[in-house]
């Protein structure tokens, strides 16, 4: 496209008017916008009736915006309800950018840049060189996914990597959840000892208690300490 000035006006033709036969020195602007990918060429045409027409070749390389990923899924297993588990990693970068990368996920999963803070369910990496003519970019970058979740059971979800007119890269993350497990002590009455005559203060000691023990987790070990004591009444 050209134009007659550097920032609007440009098109695929223009007229120069002639006084007197001649037109005065002028600048012409060119900028390049493709719409494939690869490279173009072509001439910009001078031409006028009655002259030889004067060709101004002219070259241009079509590109995308790119977003670049390391990973395609993550598999989280058996994290407690309330808690976080370990982090997993991915590195993602960008060229050709027309505008930031976005990175998003669910509540209960959550990224950062940082391996201990600033988790979320999104963030943003600014790109540089944003407005160029070959676009912004975002260097290499480790972004750090944990499994926060919220209640028990499997959660499905993507972490995606978005920014203009790039195709979407995204992550599938699969995460389950577990209920801590309970404890429930059932003493059985069953005694040693026998009652005084009048019926009152007998020492009894147990002889048999059951321990319940809920929402455990398979290869997983668990110290159960039993304490005992004397009653009376």
Same mark, same amino acid.
């Given at each position: 496209e050209?134009?007659l000035t !550097? /920032?609007s006006g440009f098109?695929?033709?223009i007229?120069?008017?002639q006084s007197?036969g001649?037109?005065?020195?002028?600048t012409?602007?060119a900028?390049?916008?493709?719409?494939?990918l690869?490279s173009l060429s072509g001439?910009i045409?001078?031409s006028?009736a009655?002259?030889?027409?004067v060709?101004?070749?002219?070259? /241009?390389?079509? #590109?995308e !915006?790119?977003?670049?990923?390391?990973a395609?899924?993550?598999t989280?297993?058996n994290i407690?309800?309330g808690s976080?588990?370990s982090n997993?990693?991915?590195?993602v970068?960008g060229?050709? %950018? %027309?505008s930031?990368?976005?990175i998003?996920t669910?509540?209960?999963?959550q990224?950062s *840049?940082n391996?201990?803070?600033?988790? /979320?369910?999104?963030?943003?990496l600014n790109? *540089?060189?944003?407005?160029?003519?070959?676009?912004?970019?975002v260097?290499?970058?480790i972004i750090?996914?944990?499994?926060?979740?919220?209640a028990?059971?499997t959660?499905?979800?993507?972490?995606?990597n978005?920014?203009?007119?790039a195709?979407?890269?995204s992550?599938?993350?699969t995460?389950t959840?577990v209920l801590?497990p309970?404890?429930?002590e059932? #003493?059985?009455?069953?005694?040693?000892?026998s009652?005084?005559?009048s019926g009152t203060?007998n020492c009894?000691?147990?002889?048999a208690i059951?321990?319940? %023990?809920?929402?455990?987790?398979?290869?997983t070990?668990?110290?159960?300490?039993?304490g005992?004591? %004397?009653?009376s009444?």
């Amino acid at each position: 496209e050209i134009s007659l000035t !550097p /920032g609007s006006g440009f098109t695929d033709s223009i007229g120069l008017t002639q006084s007197g036969g001649i037109v005065s020195t002028t600048t012409i602007y060119a900028r390049f916008t493709p719409v494939a990918l690869g490279s173009l060429s072509g001439n910009i045409s001078h031409s006028s009736a009655g002259a030889t027409t004067v060709n101004q070749p002219v070259t /241009g390389t079509g #590109v995308e !915006p790119v977003i670049n990923i390391n990973a395609s899924s993550f598999t989280f297993n058996n994290i407690l309800v309330g808690s976080n588990s370990s982090n997993q990693t991915y590195i993602v970068s960008g060229s050709n %950018l %027309l505008s930031d990368i976005t990175i998003s996920t669910t509540p209960d999963f959550q990224i950062s *840049t940082n391996a201990v803070s600033g988790f /979320g369910s999104s963030i943003i990496l600014n790109a *540089t060189g944003l407005g160029n003519p070959g676009g912004g970019s975002v260097s290499n970058t480790i972004i750090y996914v944990r499994f926060s979740p919220l209640a028990p059971g499997t959660q499905n979800a993507t972490v995606d990597n978005v920014s203009n007119n790039a195709v979407t890269q995204s992550i599938s993350i699969t995460g389950t959840a577990v209920l801590p497990p309970t404890f429930t002590e059932l #003493v059985v009455p069953k005694y040693m000892g026998s009652k005084s005559s009048s019926g009152t203060n007998n020492c009894r000691t147990p002889i048999a208690i059951c321990i319940q %023990l809920e929402t455990l987790q398979p290869f997983t070990s668990y110290d159960v300490k039993l304490g005992f004591g %004397l009653t009376s009444d």
